[in-house]
């Protein structure tokens, strides 16, 4: 009996430890959703540290990547780090870069245990942060929340991975599917609470692209003006071949606040690229197969891979939507409804179905949610 009555009390401790993991864990992947946009092209890590079941220390990474977010935690914590737990959403680097190793930093501050959610796939990392604290008589747990740390670290893996960023394709259509009146006339599709949710996503991205039509047509910011977060803004992307866009634009009006790079072909006429870099913004040039083909969307995110984008969000238009489609570039889509019909006007993925999207087998279903008369459904690569 009395045996009995022991197991019982180890396995009601055990279930208890794994709840409180879970609850730390899940703490520091929200803290590591606050570098997102900001942190590239480092990954936007959270990390706890906890002792006792207090939380003694809290970071995520910094703007521009540094400090790191194990950093920064135990900078908070102090001395209360000694014999305590830190929570880690992304293995600690183990490598000299920029900054000293992470896990010089975690071993020297006497944590006595690392919970981290997933291992760097990162070269110089790989596994060798997760070994070194071990080495260090550390214990080691890897994999809790792994699922949601790989989505929320996505754009980090894919550039890792594919040597391009983390696309996210963002569509507001109509009951009819159409994206716009017709002659590309712009019509409000969503209401208040989705423009909202549409804006912190600008803020949780690096970069927006849309295509030189949508700035003809639209003359859009391409801002988060969320009240408080218009510092949050990503860089501007556009793709134009020809560099047709108005030097009167509010992009390149604004070119020197928020960042406005121009992705043009190889043979686009000098004077105008050099108009644009007066004006603030940088000119980035691709290789074309002919001088009247359309960018390469793979060199064109190689591009921006190089430049530091890890998770770029796709506004736009029509074409472009469909290219990256139909190029299989997109790794998830925020498909936003509206409730009024348009009628004649600009369908949602140009030449091609919608359900190009909604029933493409290399997209699942992950998400769906209502936001005020509008609804928002989330797909993902399979």
């Not at 070269?123 to 929320?152: F, M, N, S, T, W």
């Not at 040039?285 to 530091?308: F, I, K, M």
């Not at 279903?365 to 399979?382: M, N, V």
Request: aromatic share 2%; with cysteine.
């Amino acid at each position: 009996m009395i045996f009995r009555i022991l197991e019982d009390q180890v396995a009601e401790q055990t279930r208890a430890l794994k709840a409180a993991d879970r609850r730390f864990m899940a703490l520091a992947l929200v803290l590591g959703r606050r570098g997102q946009g900001r942190s590239w092209p480092n990954p936007a890590v959270g990390a706890v540290i906890v002792r006792d079941g207090v939380i003694v220390g809290r970071g995520w990474t910094q703007a521009g990547g540094r400090p790191h977010a194990e950093v920064e935690a135990l900078t908070r914590a102090g001395d209360a780090a000694r014999g305590a737990t830190l929570y880690v959403t992304l293995e600690p680097c183990s490598h000299h870069g920029k900054s000293p190793p992470c896990t010089d930093a975690v071993i020297a501050a006497g944590i006595a245990r690392v919970v981290s959610a997933i291992e760097d796939p990162n070269p110089q990392v790989a596994g060798q942060g997760h070994a070194r604290l071990r080495a260090a008589g550390i214990a080691v747990d890897v994999g809790l929340l792994a699922q949601e740390a790989a989505r929320d670290h996505a754009g980090h893996f894919r550039r890792l991975r594919d040597s391009r960023p983390h696309v996210i394709l963002k569509l507001a259509v109509s009951p009819d599917d159409r994206i716009a009146a017709a002659g590309y006339r712009p019509v409000a599709i969503t209401g208040d609470a989705t423009k909202a949710r549409v804006h912190l996503l600008r803020a949780q991205c690096d970069a927006i692209l849309v295509g030189i039509g949508t700035v003809l047509a639209d003359d859009p910011l391409l801002t988060c003006r969320l009240p408080g977060m218009e510092a949050r803004s990503p860089v501007r992307v556009v793709l134009d071949r020809s560099l047709r866009i108005p030097g009167t634009s509010r992009l390149v009006q604004s070119a020197r606040e928020t960042p406005l790079w121009v992705v043009t072909s190889s043979t686009a006429e000098a004077p105008a690229a050099m108009k644009l870099g007066a004006a603030g913004a940088q000119v980035i040039r691709v290789a074309t197969a002919t001088p009247a083909a359309n960018l390469d969307l793979p060199a064109v995110l190689r591009a921006l891979t190089e430049r530091g984008i890890t998770r770029l969000l796709v506004e736009g238009g029509a074409r472009v939507a469909s290219s990256f489609v139909a190029a299989d570039l997109v790794d998830e889509v925020w498909l936003l409804r509206g409730n009024e019909p348009i009628g004649a006007g600009i369908a949602a993925l140009d030449a091609l179905p919608l359900s190009a999207i909604t029933a493409s087998p290399r997209l699942k279903l992950r998400a769906s949610e209502t936001l005020g008369k509008d609804s928002l459904t989330i797909y993902e690569r399979a």
